[in-house]
C-alpha cells in the first residue's frame, strides 16, 4: 500500500530563515510526486510535480528535489505570505487511475 | 476563468439524515475527483469521474455514499444515512483530459457536520 509520511508536523521559522520540508513515501513504481499548499479554509493549491529521482522544480523561494524515497522542500528566505500547510502526495504502484495518496501535511508559519 | 465551485461550504445534519455536496467543475475539464478529509487525518481519495463515467471508485467507504456526475458537468455526493463518522472536509478537484501533471485544481470544501 503506498504510504507518505511527511516531517515535521509543524515549523515555525523567522521571515528570512531558510528551511526545508521533507516527504518520506513508500510506493511500487512511482508514477510522480506531487507538492500542494494549502491555506486555512481553501482547497490544496498546486505546486510542484516530480517523476524521477534527481529531479528539482523551482518557483519564487520554493524548490522541490526528489530521491527514491523522499522529497524536500526547500524554502529560501521565506516571507509571512508563504506560511501555509504544505502537502505531499504520491501517485504509483497499483494505482493506475489519476488518485493520489496525500500526506498528513506541515503547518508552516512564518513570523515577521 | 471560474475556479472549481463547491455548495454548501458547511452543512449541519443530524445522524441518520441525508446531504447531498455539489461540485461545478473547472469549464472543459473531464476528470472530475473527490476527496475527504476527516479530522486529524489525511486527505484521502474517494473517486475519480471522466465526463460522466466513473473511473475509479476504490475509495468510496461503503454504500450511503453515492456519487453521480450529470452529463458530465456537475457532480453531487450524496450521503444517506449520514454517520458520525462521515464528518470532515469533502473536496471536489477538477484537471483537464490525458492531463497527468498532478495539477489538480481543487475547491475550497464542503465542511460536513454530522451530530
Known amino acids: 500500500e503506498d504510504q507518505v509520511t511527511q516531517s515535521p508536523e509543524a515549523l515555525r521559522l523567522q521571515e528570512g530563515e531558510s528551511s526545508s520540508l521533507n516527504c518520506s513515501y513508500t510506493?511500487?513504481?512511482?508514477?510522480?510526486l506531487f507538492w500542494y499548499r494549502q491555506d486555512p479554509g481553501k482547497g490544496p493549491e498546486f505546486l510542484f510535480t516530480?517523476?524521477?529521482a534527481g529531479e528539482e522544480k523551482e518557483k519564487e523561494r520554493l524548490k522541490a528535489t526528489l530521491t527514491k524515497k523522499e522529497s524536500f522542500l526547500h524554502i529560501t528566505a521565506p516571507k509571512p505570505e508563504d506560511s501555509a500547510t504544505y502537502l505531499c502526495?504520491?501517485?504509483?504502484?497499483?494505482?493506475?487511475?489519476?488518485?493520489?495518496?496525500f500526506g498528513p501535511g506541515t503547518r508552516l508559519s512564518v513570523l515577521p | 476563468e471560474a475556479g472549481v465551485t463547491q455548495f454548501p461550504s458547511h452543512s449541519v445534519i443530524e445522524k441518520g439524515q441525508t446531504v447531498t455536496l455539489r461540485c461545478d467543475p473547472i469549464?472543459?475539464?473531464?476528470?472530475l475527483y473527490w476527496y475527504r478529509r476527516v479530522m486529524g487525518k489525511e486527505i484521502k481519495f474517494l473517486l475519480h469521474?471522466?465526463?460522466?463515467?466513473?473511473?475509479?471508485e476504490s475509495g468510496m467507504p461503503n454504500n450511503r455514499f453515492l456519487a453521480e456526475r450529470t452529463g458530465g458537468t456537475y457532480s453531487t455526493l450524496k450521503v444517506q444515512p449520514a454517520e458520525l463518522e462521515d464528518s470532515g472536509v469533502y473536496f471536489c478537484?477538477?484537471?483537464?483530459?490525458?492531463?497527468?501533471?498532478?495539477?489538480?485544481?481543487f475547491g475550497e470544501g464542503s465542511r460536513l457536520t454530522v451530530l
Open positions: 478537484a477538477s484537471s483537464q483530459r490525458r492531463v497527468n501533471t498532478g495539477e489538480l485544481f
Open positions: 510506493v511500487s513504481g512511482l508514477r510522480g
Open positions: 516530480l517523476y524521477s
Open positions: 502526495a504520491v501517485q504509483g504502484g497499483r494505482n493506475y487511475g489519476q488518485n493520489f495518496v
Open positions: 469549464s472543459g475539464h473531464d476528470n
Open positions: 469521474f471522466v465526463k460522466e463515467s466513473k473511473q475509479d
